[in-house]
């Protein structure tokens, strides 16, 4: 490891200090946790509504934010008080900033280990893996900017990868990722992966399905209700159950995010935005009520003015459908490597065609896909266009002066070292590439250039306050359309691996 450098301890001192000097948007929510926490019982947690803010995550990530407000009291007692909306003292922006920076030594932790368990011929490239997640400018923007923990859980979600290398801790590798659906079930997207994986791996026998390890399969079994009984135990005890999925799962709200996510659902919405102009010449009906939602994009209020309406029963179907054809090969070959893909595509499937899918959720695909990305240049073909419409992405995040050029710059840098660093690692693939993915990659990456001048300063310059949707359907149709091709490239790839 010594010839590794830079190492990941010195990347992540530098990542540190470089944090400090960021301003972060967006504390109130987790400010209101932890005062909900430290204040209330824990019987009313999910009940307090004085801030708009509620708490919505799983019950252990309410005992984290518990945790930390233990400390957060001498720092600061007055950031403890539910009624202290919008509160933010010098005191509680440094506690907060420095709960990320030092949550997110987990992650380091767990890429180390995703070194160390990589093939000693695979090790360098393994290494500008991890290296990339640790500097990835989607946990700079969401977790640093933004505000938010992602880093911390994304290493827990590494570290059960990880685990899930090795037939002797196939186990802590179940438990871990079902303790990491008790800190946020976003993570449910990725749970058909670790079914199939773990059923096929270490309950069943290798040479025949017919072999049940009932020991094995009793201990995953049980382990895994102590961990589900452990968080949700309580709530149910006192009849909260339906009160808990209420906040976890809000159904009420519309198809697309206020923002719309990079997804099946932002091409379909942007193409009912262009049918609306084009309706008249066409023959086509339009729904006039629908207008505004389609312009506006508002939580809860998503309707179509053309094209046909998208049920939830819809966004489950296509999701179900895309994730059992990854599955059916991980039951087939049980490989570490086609658990990570299948992990992926999960990830993929749920996030473009899921209902009322966040921007910020494609961090659940990029980051396992990182893993993947320099096993050989048909992977890093399809990586290519979700690295950057990935990030690109999340900008709509950041919408105030000062925050642009730090998440221009820092994206557009990372960009250019790691994809020219994992162009040169990437081995030659044994199997043809995607011919078409590789050109359309180059001509991709081009145009995000002049699309990110363009939302980012030319739009507000030219247009000031005017046709502000404008920019988001830029960037979110384009993002789509990077994350769509990127996944029909990966499929390919890893159908025929």
């Known amino acids: 490891m010594a010839d590794l450098y830079p190492s990941l301890g010195q990347c992540a001192v530098v990542a540190a200090a470089f944090k400090v000097l960021l301003k972060s948007t967006d504390f109130e929510v987790h400010r209101n946790w932890l005062a909900i926490t430290h204040s209330l019982p824990v019987r009313e947690w999910y009940f307090e509504n004085t801030s708009e803010w509620t708490l919505d995550y799983p019950p252990f990530f309410a005992y984290f934010e518990w945790l930390l407000s233990q400390a957060a009291q001498f720092v600061d007692p007055s950031l403890l008080q539910v009624g202290n909306l919008q509160y933010d003292s010098w005191q509680t922006i440094c506690f907060q900033r420095a709960s990320v920076i030092v949550a997110e030594l987990v992650l380091v932790y767990a890429l180390h280990l995703f070194v160390q368990a990589a093939p000693l011929a695979a090790r360098r490239p393994a290494h500008a893996a991890a290296l990339s997640i640790l500097l990835s400018p989607g946990l700079l923007i969401i977790d640093h900017i933004h505000f938010q923990y992602n880093g911390f859980l994304y290493g827990i979600l590494i570290l059960s990868l990880v685990l899930a290398r090795q037939q002797s801790t196939l186990l802590p590798s179940g438990l871990l990722f079902a303790a990491l659906l008790c800190f946020k079930h976003i993570y449910l997207y990725l749970a058909p992966a670790y079914f199939v994986y773990l059923l096929r791996t270490y309950c069943l026998g290798r040479k025949s399905i017919l072999d049940v390890r009932l020991g094995n399969a009793v201990k995953l079994g049980a382990g895994v209700l102590t961990v589900l009984g452990a968080a949700l135990g309580p709530f149910v005890y006192w009849g909260q159950g339906p009160q808990l999925l209420s906040r976890l799962f809000p159904f009420s709200r519309g198809l697309c995010h206020a923002y719309w996510a990079p997804n099946a659902w932002a091409l379909y919405s942007f193409a009912d935005r262009l049918l609306i102009h084009a309706a008249p010449r066409l023959g086509l009906t339009v729904d006039q009520a629908a207008v505004n939602s389609v312009t506006r994009g508002l939580v809860g209020d998503t309707a179509f003015a053309v094209l046909p309406e998208v049920t939830p029963r819809t966004t489950f179907i296509l999701t179900l459908?895309?994730?059992?054809?990854?599955?059916?090969?991980?039951?087939?070959?049980?490989?570490?490597?086609?658990?990570?893909?299948?992990?992926?595509?999960?990830?993929?499937?749920?996030?473009?065609?899921?209902?009322?899918?966040?921007?910020?959720?494609?961090?659940?695909?990029?980051?396992?896909?990182?893993?993947?990305?320099?096993?050989?240049?048909?992977?890093?073909?399809?990586?290519?266009?979700?690295?950057?419409?990935?990030?690109?992405?999340?900008?709509?995040?950041?919408?105030?002066?000062?925050?642009?050029?730090?998440?221009?710059?820092?994206?557009?840098?990372?960009?250019?070292?790691?994809?020219?660093?994992?162009?040169?690692?990437?081995?030659?693939?044994?199997?043809?590439?995607?011919?078409?993915?590789?050109?359309?990659?180059?001509?991709?990456?081009?145009?995000?250039?002049?699309?990110?001048?363009?939302?980012?300063?030319?739009?507000?310059?030219?247009?000031?306050?005017?046709?502000?949707?404008?920019?988001?359907?830029?960037?979110?149709?384009?993002?789509?359309?990077?994350?769509?091709?990127?996944?029909?490239?990966?499929?390919?790839?890893?159908?025929?691996?």
């Open 321 to 497: 459908f895309f994730q059992i054809v990854c599955l059916i090969k991980l039951f087939v070959q049980p490989t570490w490597e086609t658990f990570v893909g299948a992990v992926t595509l999960c990830g993929y499937a749920s996030f473009l065609f899921g209902w009322h899918v966040h921007e910020k959720a494609i961090l659940l695909v990029i980051i396992p896909f990182s893993l993947l990305a320099l096993k050989d240049r048909r992977y890093l073909g399809a990586f290519r266009p979700l690295a950057v419409s990935g990030h690109v992405s999340l900008f709509p995040l950041l919408f105030t002066a000062p925050e642009i050029p730090v998440e221009t710059v820092y994206t557009i840098l990372w960009l250019l070292v790691f994809l020219l660093a994992f162009d040169r690692l990437t081995p030659v693939s044994t199997r043809p590439r995607v011919f078409l993915l590789d050109r359309f990659s180059t001509l991709y990456i081009a145009v995000s250039i002049p699309l990110i001048v363009y939302c980012s300063l030319v739009h507000r310059a030219v247009f000031g306050q005017r046709y502000e949707f404008l920019p988001l359907m830029f960037t979110s149709a384009y993002s789509a359309v990077g994350v769509v091709t990127s996944w029909m490239g990966f499929m390919v790839v890893y159908l025929t691996a």
